[in-house]
C-alpha cells in the first residue's frame, strides 16, 4: 500500500534498513522507524494546528507505543498523548509522556482508575453514566476533580465492529445532568471516532461530526461550557484546517505522524512515509518465497514487496498475505529467492497488535545512522 510512496519520498530509509540488516544489527521481523522525519512530521503538524488554531494529542499505537518516537514528537511541539486503551495509557506514562485522552476507544475499567488518575490526564471518555460515577469515585479518593469528554452516538453514526458503544444522542440532555450531579467529574466535551473517513482520495466528516455538533449544542443549552470537541481520525496537514472548519477543538494524528493515512497514497502530501518492515526469505515452496511473519496487520492490504539480493538491483514481487484466519507465521512473495534475501514491505499496519520488533534509527538519512535499540511492540526495549 505505501511501498511506492516510500521508494518515492524516503528511498534512503530503504538504503539504511538494507545496510543496518546486512551488517547484523537488525533481526527478521522488524518495523525500522524513521525517527528523523516521524520528528519533522510532527513539527508539520504542530505548525498546522497553531494556524488553525486547534490542539493536537498524537497516537502512539500505530508505532508500537515506541519512547524515542514519543520523545521526538513531543520535541516537535505536540506535547501530550491519547491512549487507546488503559494498558498504554500507563506505558506512556511510565515513559514520562503527558497523558491528554484516556478512555477513547478503549474504556478505563476501575481496576486501573486510581493509577491513572495519579498522572492528571487531561481528560478522560466515558461511554456511561456508570463510567463516569466510577471516575467520580475514584477522582474522589484523590481529592481532585477529572475533565470528561461524552462519546455521544445517533441512530446511523458511522462506526467500525468492536467499537460499537456511546451515549444515546436522543436522551442526552437527561444523562448530561446525571454526569454534572456527580461531585468530582466535570464535563469538557464530546468526541466521536471515526469523525474523517477517506473515500476516493479524500477526506469527507462523517455523520458522526454531525453528531459532535448537535451534542455540543444540546450541553451549551444545559450551560455545560464546552472547552473540547474533539475529532479524531485522518487527522494530517491537510485535514486540519477542515477539522478547524468544521468546529473541532482537538485531533488525534496517529498515521499521519508516520505518513501512513489514506491520504498518503495520494500524492501531495506534507508528512513523509517513515516507517518500513523488513524481513527475509526462510525457504521457498511450491514457486512462492516464504518471509518470516509476526508482524502482518489483516487490513495492511500490501500488495508488493521489494525484494533485496546479494547481488543486482532490488527487484519488486508481488506480496500474497494470509487471509484474516490465518496466523502470519510467515508471509509469501511470488517467485523463488535465495534463503536469507532481505525482503521489504511497506503497508498500513497497527504495531501494537502484532508480534513485530520496532528499531527506531536516527539518522537515517545520513551516513552515520544510529539504531536506538530494539523494541517490543509495548515500547519496552529489548536489546
Same mark, same amino acid.
Not at 452516538?153 to 454526569?179: K, M, P, T
Given at each position: 500500500?505505501?511501498?511506492?510512496?516510500?521508494?518515492?519520498?524516503?528511498?534512503?530509509?530503504?538504503?539504511?534498513?538494507?545496510?543496518?540488516?546486512? =551488517?547484523?544489527?537488525?533481526?527478521?521481523?522488524?518495523?525500522?522507524?524513521?525517527?528523523?522525519?516521524?520528528?519533522?512530521?510532527?513539527?508539520?503538524?504542530?505548525?498546522?494546528?497553531?494556524?488553525?488554531?486547534?490542539?493536537?494529542?498524537?497516537?502512539?499505537?500505530?508505532?508500537?507505543?515506541?519512547?524515542?518516537?514519543?520523545?521526538?514528537?513531543?520535541?516537535?511541539?505536540?506535547?501530550?498523548?491519547?491512549?487507546?486503551?488503559?494498558?498504554?495509557?500507563?506505558?506512556?506514562?511510565?515513559?514520562?509522556?503527558?497523558?491528554?485522552?484516556?478512555?477513547?476507544?478503549?474504556?478505563?475499567?476501575?481496576?486501573?482508575?486510581?493509577?491513572?488518575?495519579?498522572?492528571?490526564?487531561?481528560?478522560?471518555?466515558?461511554?456511561?453514566?456508570?463510567?463516569?460515577?466510577?471516575?467520580?469515585?475514584?477522582?474522589?479518593?484523590?481529592?481532585?476533580?477529572?475533565?470528561?469528554?461524552?462519546?455521544?452516538?445517533?441512530?446511523?453514526?458511522?462506526?467500525?465492529?468492536?467499537?460499537?458503544?456511546?451515549?444515546?444522542?436522543?436522551?442526552?440532555?437527561?444523562?448530561? =445532568?446525571?454526569?454534572?450531579?456527580?461531585?468530582?467529574?466535570?464535563?469538557?466535551?464530546?468526541?466521536?471516532?471515526?469523525?474523517?473517513?477517506?473515500?476516493?482520495?479524500?477526506?469527507?466528516?462523517?455523520?458522526?461530526?454531525?453528531?459532535?455538533?448537535?451534542?455540543?449544542?444540546?450541553?451549551?443549552?444545559?450551560?455545560?461550557?464546552? =472547552?473540547?470537541?474533539?475529532?479524531?481520525?485522518?487527522?494530517?496537514?491537510?485535514?486540519?484546517?477542515?477539522?478547524?472548519?468544521?468546529?473541532?477543538?482537538?485531533?488525534?494524528?496517529?498515521?499521519?505522524?508516520?505518513?501512513?493515512?489514506?491520504?498518503?497514497?495520494?500524492?501531495?502530501?506534507? =508528512?513523509?512515509?517513515?516507517?518500513?518492515?523488513?524481513t527475509e526469505v526462510s525457504h521457498v515452496c511450491e514457486g512462492e518465497s516464504y518471509v518470516f511473519g509476526g508482524g502482518y496487520y489483516p487490513r495492511g492490504k500490501a500488495q508488493n514487496a521489494l525484494v533485496c539480493p546479494k547481488v543486482g538491483s532490488?527487484?519488486?514481487?508481488?506480496?500474497?498475505?494470509?487471509?484474516?484466519?490465518?496466523?502470519?507465521?510467515?508471509?509469501?512473495?511470488?517467485?523463488?529467492?535465495?534463503?536469507?534475501?532481505?525482503?521489504?514491505?511497506?503497508?498500513?499496519?497497527?504495531?501494537?497488535?502484532?508480534?513485530?520488533?520496532?528499531?527506531?534509527?536516527?539518522?537515517?538519512?545520513?551516513?552515520?545512522?544510529?539504531?536506538?535499540?530494539?523494541?517490543?511492540?509495548?515500547?519496552?526495549?529489548?536489546?
Amino acid at each position: 500500500m505505501f511501498l511506492h510512496p516510500l521508494l518515492e519520498c524516503n528511498p534512503t530509509l530503504v538504503d539504511t534498513a538494507l545496510t543496518l540488516y546486512r =551488517e547484523g544489527r537488525i533481526p527478521p521481523n522488524s518495523y525500522i522507524l524513521d525517527i528523523d522525519r516521524i520528528s519533522e512530521n510532527a513539527t508539520a503538524l504542530a505548525a498546522a494546528a497553531r494556524q488553525s488554531g486547534i490542539s493536537l494529542y498524537f497516537m502512539t499505537k500505530q508505532i508500537g507505543r515506541n519512547p524515542i518516537a514519543s520523545r521526538a514528537i513531543v520535541e516537535a511541539g505536540i506535547s501530550k498523548a491519547v491512549a487507546v486503551d488503559p494498558v498504554e495509557a500507563l506505558l506512556l506514562a511510565d515513559q514520562g509522556v503527558l497523558l491528554g485522552h484516556v478512555g477513547h476507544l478503549v474504556q478505563v475499567p476501575p481496576y486501573y482508575l486510581d493509577k491513572i488518575l495519579s498522572y492528571q490526564p487531561e481528560v478522560m471518555t466515558v461511554f456511561s453514566v456508570e463510567a463516569a460515577a466510577n471516575i467520580s469515585e475514584a477522582a474522589r479518593k484523590r481529592g481532585i476533580v477529572q475533565k470528561l469528554l461524552l462519546r455521544v452516538v445517533r441512530d446511523g453514526d458511522y462506526l467500525y465492529d468492536a467499537q460499537h458503544g456511546g451515549l444515546a444522542f436522543e436522551s442526552l440532555a437527561a444523562i448530561a =445532568e446525571q454526569i454534572a450531579n456527580l461531585a468530582n467529574v466535570t464535563i469538557a466535551g464530546v468526541t466521536s471516532f471515526p469523525s474523517l473517513i477517506v473515500e476516493g482520495g479524500v477526506a469527507k466528516p462523517t455523520r458522526n461530526f454531525e453528531t459532535l455538533c448537535l451534542a455540543t449544542d444540546v450541553l451549551r443549552k444545559l450551560g455545560i461550557a464546552i =472547552e473540547q470537541i474533539n475529532a479524531p481520525s485522518v487527522t494530517s496537514v491537510s485535514t486540519i484546517p477542515t477539522l478547524a472548519h468544521l468546529g473541532a477543538t482537538h485531533g488525534e494524528p496517529g498515521h499521519a505522524l508516520t505518513g501512513t493515512t489514506p491520504l498518503h497514497t495520494v500524492k501531495g502530501q506534507t =508528512e513523509v512515509p517513515a516507517y518500513l518492515y523488513i524481513t527475509e526469505v526462510s525457504h521457498v515452496c511450491e514457486g512462492e518465497s516464504y518471509v518470516f511473519g509476526g508482524g502482518y496487520y489483516p487490513r495492511g492490504k500490501a500488495q508488493n514487496a521489494l525484494v533485496c539480493p546479494k547481488v543486482g538491483s532490488p527487484k519488486l514481487a508481488k506480496a500474497v498475505m494470509p487471509d484474516a484466519q490465518s496466523i502470519d507465521y510467515y508471509l509469501k512473495v511470488e517467485g523463488e529467492f535465495p534463503v536469507g534475501t532481505p525482503v521489504i514491505f511497506a503497508f498500513r499496519t497497527q504495531m501494537f497488535v502484532t508480534r513485530a520488533n520496532v528499531v527506531p534509527v536516527i539518522g537515517a538519512s545520513s551516513s552515520r545512522p544510529h539504531v536506538e535499540g530494539i523494541y517490543n511492540v509495548e515500547g519496552k526495549q529489548m536489546k
